[in-house]
């Protein structure tokens, strides 16, 4: 009788198990198939299961208790170079450091002071003594904080009309000052106020609707949407020169993140995409950009002819344009830690050992901070270089030992299938080693998505994307995005295209000698 014809039976029950040596190492064959695929199936579920547990309950950061890392701390060391002690400097008498400051802070002085003067009555001045006035020997000054609520006012714009008594005729009248909206009900401070408030500090419409009602003032909120759109439309060439300079950028950071989107075609939101890019530390803007989906013809096309470093995630999307050759990848380091932190429960010893490995990188850069590019390079070269070359070796071996299709090899592929757009940051000192800057220039977004939930169309993603670039660059000048864009809305309209750099956040800020206070 062949092998194949004998019948495999239940092998939950011992007495039935079959007595032919190969058919029963073909059922071990398969129970270890089935074990395998279980186990797989059983470590992606807890994978998941956690990263959903994490994302209702738990901590945003990506954070790793130090004792963990201790446990490796053999693993890190091994075939490491030994350290030569360097000589100990003579001793030296450092200054003492300046103390933190702590509790309760004086107001700053650039704030008006309101005196108030609570004095003794005549009666109390007297001496107790003798009846005599007291004479007066100093004061104690305290200070407090009061608040005044905002106030809206109307501004009644008069013009003279002037005419000739003899020809009845010829009547002059001025002209009208140009206006932020053309015949628009508010001025420049109104709306750059609801525009700070919505993609500032992330007050949906509806709130100031209820707002300025509270102040006896019936403004709709589609009335403040239409404001919205129209301030987009007047900033749009500024925009786009901020556009122009981010893409002169030698390195530019980008990331995305998903935005629903109310369609009139559908009974429930769609999914949107704003893009974020970064320039460099000589085009200091940060702007977004607005797509109605994530497919690569919206980088694509805002990239359009930029030349340079580009640092981002591993999204597909951005293959075509690395494919010129023209723009650098360069990957993000914080993403690739970011895929082993999520394997501490799966394979918490690997895990461990990548983390740690990983933070050695960044105290090089912890230690390269502040040095000029071509020094940072250097010390990179020196220090990282090997460091990487453990990484790699490590992730090359472990990827042989793991399950191919575990949460850990997936980090393990990921680092792998990226390396050189991993290691690129070390060839340059004006590159970072992850793409931080644009992931917290991002936040923007993020947080007002959680308030204003949705864009009401495409188009009111686009003029999102036009305001929260505004006041995203003004944040990172750490400039008053009020005091910014009522002056910038109450010019525009007079401003030449030639001259519009001037009204750029960081040359207004130069212009206006606003000297911003160390946060």
Same mark, same amino acid.
């Not at 020196?382 to 070359?389: T, V």
């Given at each position: 009788m062949s092998h194949s014809a004998t019948p495999i039976t239940n092998p939950a029950v011992p007495a039935e198990l079959p007595n032919d040596i190969?058919?029963?190492?073909?059922l071990i064959r398969q129970l270890q198939e089935a074990f395998d695929r279980s186990q797989r199936q059983i470590g992606k579920l807890e994978h998941r299961l956690q990263e959903l547990l994490k994302a209702r309950y738990g901590p945003r950061a990506d954070k790793v208790d130090p004792a963990q890392l201790l446990l490796f701390a053999q693993e890190l060391l091994k075939e490491a170079p030994p350290v030569t002690p360097e000589p100990e400097p003579e001793a030296e008498v450092s200054p003492r450091p300046r103390?933190?400051?702590h509790g309760r802070r004086r107001p700053p002085a650039h704030l008006r002071r309101e005196r108030r003067v609570h004095d003794l009555s005549e009666e109390e001045i007297k001496c107790p003594c003798c009846g005599e006035p007291r004479a007066k020997i100093g004061e104690e000054v305290s200070e407090q904080y009061e608040y005044i609520p905002a106030s809206v006012f109307v501004i009644e714009h008069v013009r003279p009309k002037y005419a000739c008594k003899h020809c009845q005729a010829h009547v002059a009248i001025a002209e009208k000052p140009l206006q932020p909206i053309e015949r628009g009900l508010a001025g420049p401070g109104l709306l750059a106020q609801v525009m700070v408030s919505k993609y500032g500090d992330h007050l949906p419409l509806h709130r100031q609707e209820d707002i300025l009602a509270r102040h006896g003032i019936d403004i709709s909120r589609s009335t403040m949407c239409g404001w919205m759109a129209a301030c987009a439309d007047l900033l749009g060439p500024l925009y786009e020169r901020m556009v122009g300079q981010v893409l002169a950028s030698k390195v530019v950071h980008t990331d995305d993140t998903p935005v629903p989107v109310q369609d009139d075609q559908r009974d429930k939101t769609r999914t949107g995409r704003v893009w974020v890019y970064v320039g460099d530390e000589a085009h200091p803007y940060t702007v977004f950009d607005y797509t109605p989906n994530r497919k690569r013809d919206g980088p694509a096309a805002f990239l359009g002819d930029f030349r340079g470093y580009l640092q981002a995630d591993a999204f597909a999307g951005y293959d075509g344009i690395y494919a010129t050759k023209l723009v650098i990848e360069v990957a993000c380091w914080a993403h690739a830690r970011r895929k082993f932190v999520e394997c501490q429960q799966s394979d918490p010893q690997r895990a461990y050992v990548m983390v740690a490995m990983v933070r050695l990188l960044y105290d090089v850069e912890a230690e390269a901070k502040g040095l000029a590019a071509q020094a940072r390079t250097k010390l990179r070269q020196?220090? #990282?270089?090997?460091?990487?070359?453990r990484i790699k070796a490590w992730l090359e071996q472990e990827k042989g030992k793991v399950l191919p299709r575990s949460p850990i090899a997936e980090a393990i592929n990921y680092c792998l299938s990226n390396w050189p757009a991993l290691i690129e940051y070390v060839r340059d000192g004006d590159l970072d080693i992850d793409n931080n800057a644009a992931e917290n220039a991002i936040r923007i977004l993020t947080l007002g998505r959680k308030n204003w939930l949705f864009y009401g169309s495409d188009r009111g993603g686009r003029t999102?994307?036009?305001? #929260?670039?505004?006041?995203?660059?003004c944040k990172r000048h750490r400039l008053d995005p009020l005091a910014y864009l009522r002056d910038v809305l109450t010019r525009i309209s007079g401003t030449p295209i030639s001259q519009l750099d001037q009204l750029l956040p960081d040359?207004?800020?130069?212009?206006h000698f606003i000297i911003t206070p160390v946060s």
């Open positions: 190969a058919v029963l190492k073909e103390p933190t400051p020196e220090k #990282s270089l090997p460091l990487l070359e999102g994307a036009i305001l #929260s670039s505004f006041i995203a660059s040359r207004w800020q130069a212009a």
